[in-house]
């Protein structure tokens, strides 16, 4: 019997926007109509003013490290085959939080305020996943 995997969201049809999306290397947000705050993780609402008035748009796909803890043990499959790894909440340029994992960047060289660009890592099976990776410093707006 296959283990369970932790790692795979479900896909239904109210986010299969974003999973399609992220399966073609884009970042999607929603926004709301009634107030104008962009939001993440995607709801048929408004967090906010909880207007039923939102849609998705691309994000920038850029952000900044808010915190970060890199894990060493977890023994749920299959992060338990990635270890360490590198949990992290970043800020999107438009304005929304997003826990995601930060790669492609050693532990010594992790600071608050660094610079991030959305990447996506496919999986076997599932959607592909956004994570981020230290950005290019001398590359202009995406």
């Known amino acids: 019997m296959a283990a369970t995997r932790y790692d795979l969201p479900d896909v239904d049809a109210f986010t299969r ?3 399609d999306a992220a399966a073609d290397g884009r970042l999607l947000i929603r926004r709301c109509g009634a107030c104008g705050k962009a939001h993440h993780y995607p709801r048929e609402f408004c967090p906010f003013c909880w207007s039923e008035d939102v849609v998705w ?3 920038s796909g850029r952000a900044t490290l808010y915190t970060w803890s890199v894990v060493h043990r977890n023994d749920l499959p299959p992060f338990g085959e990635r270890v360490p790894y590198t949990a992290a909440v970043v800020d999107l340029d438009e ?3 997003m826990m995601t994992e930060v790669v492609d960047c050693p532990e010594a060289e992790l600071r608050i305020g660094m610079p991030l660009q959305v990447a996506f890592r496919a999986a076997d099976e599932g959607p592909a996943v956004a ?3 230290p ?3 001398g590359a202009g707006p995406a």
Do not use: L, Q
Request: net charge negative.
């Open 135 to 137: 950005a290019d410093e």
């Open 57 to 59: 748009e691309p994000a």
């Open 17 to 19: 926007p974003y999973w």
């Open 131 to 133: 994570v981020f990776a």
């Open 95 to 97: 304005g929304p939080r």
